[in-house]
């Protein structure tokens, strides 16, 4: 699967905007999916990427960006 940089750039927005202090749930950020114009497999796909690289962190249900990802989403917007 090739990965979509646009794609990544609009999950990181979804966790800056749509997060409260303990980060956004699961299931709510795979809901945003279709506000995004994309798949669900792209979208799922950028978000194990960037957990994979450590730009989100996933615990307890929740997904949140660390500092590294908001540097990365600094940098693509």
């Not at 999950?11 to 303990?22: E, I």
């Not at 299931?27 to 497999?41: D, T, V």
Request: aromatic letters at 12%; proline letters at 1%.
């Amino acid at each position: 699967m090739k990965r979509n940089i646009q794609t990544a750039r609009s999950v990181l927005y979804a966790v800056q905007t749509y997060s409260k202090p303990d980060g956004i749930e699961k299931f709510n950020l795979e809901a945003l999916h279709s506000n995004n114009g994309c798949s669900q497999e792209d979208w799922d796909y950028a978000v194990r990427l960037l957990a994979d690289s450590r730009y989100l962190v996933f615990d307890a249900g929740y997904f949140r960006m660390t500092w590294a990802g908001h540097d990365l989403l600094d940098s693509l917007s």
